[in-house]
């Protein structure tokens, strides 16, 4: 994608199955647990950069040793900072006791990160502050060692006004009006319960008050406090936690908007954001590791080591999010490597309509560096029907037939070059509105020689377009010093049509090229009564509190085909003066689940929104559009 966008955040789990001593023994370190849950998150840094955490947990302490522990950091490279803040409280502590340095007994009481349960997280601020205090993990403390909480996740409620005012009720005071805090209270309000449940039936049974204790621990059922706490709950999430006995656990929600996968052996459970980080770090094939189904609580036992998993509340339908699999997981997961592919693949047929002088007078490239995978499938199709077409020609030779004629069409092979380069070392830091587009426009090199000017069309593919800014302020213009004859960019994802509310930040509809597309389509035929009678329906919504019924935004597309706005987004982005025919394609919105089958969380480009706080979003954000607000559509009081 070469417009920046913000996006999700990543979360992991370690659970070790063994004691410390094991791993000692078996991988000559006591701290094997900690070395894997870094590695785990290094490799989902793509997920966040905006502020990152870990908590660790031990089991089993001893009263008056500390049993868990937090660190944050939202420094630049935080999980790095992190991990290196970890490794100096390691070393001092290895420098005072050098004789007991590698002791994995003496490391759990002494060191504060030596523990059998690891949570990490990284995070991407869609909203809100990138203070320390909106890092996760976020905690709360208890002497009960059954009502502590340590609580990540990945995930963005839509309806956090309505969460905070059942809080209210309860009456708790939050501190907060944000997801993460309404989140945290309210687990933490069905945890009590459980134990106060709990603790009256075992002290009506006549046990003690350390009896109880551990009795407790082994029955509390994070199942029903999952699903109590998730009952109001609108959005896409994974939430993962770790109680103070033990107990760990990772929810998802019940569409499957973000993703989750699990594994689990004799020695360790694990489970995370993606499914590659899990296969690299801990060496195991993709088949090997389990998808979290939506509506699903994975959960380890502290005091019995036993991993179930159990559905938790009401079952949607799967939703999971396609942009994630365009775009922003780790293309080295073989079934989104395999998708990325795919797209590439069925967007060559539109690319084929654009092409005037036909295939062999095209020059096939990709810009960013995350759009190669789309390439290759996109260069995989135009192969296939070059192929095509030299049989077609050979069966046209007449005998007999002409070795060199011959060999001139076995020759033809669509035509393939890296010719754009992203310079990562450009900063675009300076404040001067025309020195930053200058500085901008020199963020890409280009490769020169390859294009005949005038002649060759330069087709270059894009995960997806989004604004549109870079493209116009720089991609383009670098594109155009080329001289080729046309120049057509290829988005292998739809138009992205619609805000998100589930965790990427595009929350604000009329910063959209495809929606700034639409209204000016609106403007220029005539059909301006649209615009108005959309806002009057939502107004009407609103007063009735029904803004989650539908999408009403809908109505501004439904006058133009896919091509028309397209076209129309290709005017708004040509920059001034461009030298060469110029032309912006979409794959169409057919193939998206040919590409992707197994993930159908389209509303970006459909606006069919898995759930209805989504609905309130793209109707509030329109409403943002229309009265001139500048401010995100899941911002707090919407109705």
Same mark, same amino acid.
């Given at each position: ?38 590695? +785990? ?7 966040? #950069? ?109 309806? $956090? ?5 059942? +809080? ?28 106060? #449940? ?21 029955? %509390? ?41 699990y594994y689990q052996n004799e020695e360790f459970a694990v489970a995370a954001s993606e499914r590659a980080a899990i296969s690299t770090v801990f060496d195991l094939n993709p088949e090997e590791i389990f998808e979290l189904a939506p509506g699903h609580v994975w959960l380890i036992k502290g005091a019995t080591n036993e991993v179930s998993v159990t559905a938790?509340?009401? /079952? ?34 539109? $690319? +084929? ?7 062999? #007078? ?34 046209? %030779? ?91 960019? $290829?988005?292998?994802?739809?138009? /992205? ?21 639409? /209204?000016? +389509? ?13 806002? #009057? ?45 110029l032309e912006i394609i979409f794959q169409p919105l057919e193939n998206l689940s040919k590409a992707i089958p197994d993930h159908l969380g389209d509303w970006y480009f459909s606006g069919d929104y898995p759930t209805p706080g989504g609905n309130r979003v793209v109707n509030q954000a329109f409403l943002n559009y229309y009265e001139g607000k500048n401010a ?8």
């Amino acid at each position: 994608m070469s417009d920046s966008i913000k996006h999700e955040c990543g979360v992991g789990i370690i659970r070790l199955r063994k004691p410390l001593e094991y791993f000692q023994e078996t991988y000559d370190t006591g701290l094997w647990g900690l070395n894997k849950l870094y590695l +785990l998150m290094e490799k989902m840094r793509n997920r966040g #950069q905006d502020g990152a955490g870990m908590a660790c947990l031990k089991m089993n302490m001893k009263p008056g040793l500390p049993f868990h522990s937090r660190i944050r950091s939202v420094k630049p490279s935080p999980w790095t900072d992190v991990y290196h803040t970890v490794m100096t409280q390691l070393q001092d502590i290895r420098s005072q006791y050098p004789q007991e340095k590698y002791d994995s007994r003496f490391l759990k009481k002494h060191f504060p990160y030596a523990g059998e349960v690891y949570m990490g997280h990284l995070r991407y601020g869609t909203h809100g502050s990138n203070k320390l205090n909106a890092c996760h993990p976020v905690v709360r403390t208890s002497n009960y060692i059954n009502r502590n909480l340590a609580l990540a996740g990945n995930f963005n409620l839509t309806n $956090v006004d309505q969460l905070f005012q059942k +809080l209210v009720e309860l009456g708790q005071h939050p501190r907060h009006l944000t997801d993460t805090e309404t989140m945290l209270e309210r687990i933490c309000h069905f945890l009590d319960n459980e134990n106060d #449940q709990l603790e009256s039936k075992f002290r009506n049974d006549g046990f003690s008050n350390n009896e109880i204790v551990q009795l407790i621990s082994n029955e %509390l059922d994070i199942t029903a406090i999952m699903s109590r706490s998730a009952k109001l709950w609108d959005g896409g999430y994974v939430i993962g936690g770790v109680i103070g006995n033990g107990d760990a656990f990772v929810a998802r929600d019940p569409s499957g908007i973000r993703p989750c996968y699990y594994y689990q052996n004799e020695e360790f459970a694990v489970a995370a954001s993606e499914r590659a980080a899990i296969s690299t770090v801990f060496d195991l094939n993709p088949e090997e590791i389990f998808e979290l189904a939506p509506g699903h609580v994975w959960l380890i036992k502290g005091a019995t080591n036993e991993v179930s998993v159990t559905a938790f509340t009401p /079952i949607q339908e799967k939703k999971s999010c396609s942009f994630e699999r365009i775009y922003f997981s780790r293309g080295s997961d073989p079934e989104i490597y395999q998708e990325r592919k795919a797209l590439g693949h069925w967007v060559f047929d539109k $690319v +084929l309509e654009h092409l005037e002088h036909g295939l062999e #007078q095209a020059v096939f490239s990709f810009i960013p560096n995350t759009a190669e995978t789309s390439f290759l499938g996109m260069l995989e199709a135009a192969e296939t029907h070059m192929n095509q077409l030299k049989a077609q020609k050979i069966l046209q %030779l007449k005998a007999p037939i002409d070795p060199d004629q011959l060999e001139e069409i076995l020759a033809l092979r669509p035509r393939s070059e890296k010719l754009v380069h992203k310079d990562v070392k450009m900063r675009t830091f300076i404040a001067d509105d025309s020195s930053r587009d200058d500085l901008v426009s020199h963020v890409y090199d280009v490769t020169r020689g390859y294009i005949e000017p005038e002649k060759d069309t330069l087709v270059c593919i894009d995960d997806s377009i989004v604004r549109g800014t870079t493209l116009k302020k720089s991609i383009l213009n670098i594109l155009s010093k080329l001289e080729p004859y046309k120049i057509l960019i $290829v988005s292998s994802a739809p138009q /992205i049509r619609y805000p998100d509310c589930y965790g990427i930040d595009m929350s604000k509809i009329h910063k959209l090229i495809a929606f700034q597309a639409a /209204i000016s +389509l609106l403007e220029e035929t005539g059909q301006t009564h649209i615009i108005e009678e959309v806002y #009057q329906e939502i107004k009407a919504m609103e007063a009735n509190r029904t803004m989650y019924y539908k999408n009403v935004v809908k109505a501004i597309y439904a006058p133009f085909t896919e091509d028309e706005v397209a076209a129309k987004i290709t005017e708004i982005l040509s920059p001034e003066h461009i030298p060469c025919k110029l032309e912006i394609i979409f794959q169409p919105l057919e193939n998206l689940s040919k590409a992707i089958p197994d993930h159908l969380g389209d509303w970006y480009f459909s606006g069919d929104y898995p759930t209805p706080g989504g609905n309130r979003v793209v109707n509030q954000a329109f409403l943002n559009y229309y009265e001139g607000k500048n401010a995100r559509a899941y911002q707090f009081g919407m109705v």
